[in-house]
């Protein structure tokens, strides 16, 4: 969002005195904004009451402060994004009533199409379908989703408490929750051990997390697990067999495995990126490539041999693709 704003600032008129947010998602946009510009910020509500927040020392802020809201030149309000365009709507009937429709100017960050009637100013174009970084636990796609448990739901155990007894034992009933999702969640997979779905239902329960599914990883003991190395491909395996659109992964060696195994996209916690199974295959190849024989790569003379061993390292298909790579230039 943030560098959406800023390849987009020059767009907007130099007149803007105060940035509203709505509330809740438009307030970030707009704190961002803010930030950025060094411009005045309140929220919708603070506005019709006449209220502006009060921040920083700058020279610029005091100014816009010191004339007040009935000398404000422009006020935009803005919101992360639109899609039916009923909060922008609402907003502008509540402005055009407390009689500010005129210096008033409504954007947003994001929109699915590159005007809508609602708005003045979209940043950017965002299509359907769509999520977002900060509404990925209170999206529609829960429902269509498989989620791991700790590192997403709660904490990782620690070394200390992860002794397959007693000090897990105690995790698993008292760990601390990170994500609270507001909607149901399709499969809950994780490599917690079968044994451990009583504590873990309770858990889930205790703190009002909604699932269709939990999927625990049937061995008796975590040195069988450790040995096993089952962590990844347990997961992997769960996400390519179901209907799932996305897995929400926090370790980013694991989401890399499932991403690769299932052929499907997975979204790291940790690293707050999305994962595509498309783009970890190009950089395979584009690995391979590099790795090829400097001397097979520049000399004319060698081209059927650079072919023999593209494919006898790639196969038929990766060769394809890797060929394609090559033309379009994208390995510079």
């Not at 269709?212 to 990883?217: E, N, Q, T």
Request: charged share 25%.
């Amino acid at each position: 969002m943030n560098d959406a704003i800023v390849r987009n600032l020059h767009r907007l008129p130099p007149d803007i005195d105060l940035v509203v947010g709505i509330p809740r998602s438009g307030m970030l946009a707009a704190n961002l904004f803010c930030l950025i510009t060094n411009i005045a910020m309140t929220d919708l509500d603070s506005l019709l009451e006449g209220r502006i927040y009060s921040s920083g020392t700058s020279s610029k802020r005091r100014s816009a402060l010191d004339r007040g809201l009935p000398d404000m030149r422009r006020i935009l309000v803005l919101d992360d994004s639109i899609r039916s365009g009923k909060a922008m709507r609402a907003a502008r009937e509540r402005l055009e009533a407390a009689g500010l429709g005129g210096r008033v100017m409504m954007g947003a960050v994001f929109g699915i199409q590159s005007k809508h009637v609602e708005t003045d100013f979209i940043f950017e174009v965002v299509p359907d379908p769509r999520v977002f970084q900060w509404n990925l636990m209170h999206h529609v796609i829960l429902k269509k989703s498989c989620v791991d448990i700790d590192g997403v739901l709660c904490v990782d155990p620690t070394r200390e408490e992860n002794d397959d007894g007693p000090a897990y034992a105690k995790f698993l009933a008292e760990a601390f929750r990170l994500h609270a999702p507001t909607q149901r969640i399709g499969t809950l997979v994780t490599s917690r051990l079968e044994k451990y779905r009583g504590p873990t239902e309770a858990w889930l329960a205790r703190h009002e997390i909604e699932y269709d599914k939990l999927v625990m990883l049937d061995l008796p003991s975590k040195a069988e697990r450790q040995r096993l190395k089952a962590h990844g491909s347990f997961k992997a395996e769960v996400y390519r067999k179901s209907d799932a659109h996305l897995f929400i992964e926090s370790e980013f060696g694991q989401a890399e495995t499932i991403a690769r195994v299932s052929g499907k996209p997975v979204f790291c916690v940790d690293t707050q990126q999305m994962i595509s199974p498309d783009a970890l295959s190009v950089a395979a190849l584009r690995q391979e490539l590099r790795n090829l024989p400097s001397r097979l790569r520049q000399a004319n003379s060698a081209g059927s041999k650079i072919k023999t061993l593209a494919r006898s390292v790639l196969g038929e298909a990766g060769y394809l693709r890797l060929k394609n790579i090559v033309k379009s230039g994208t390995t510079k």
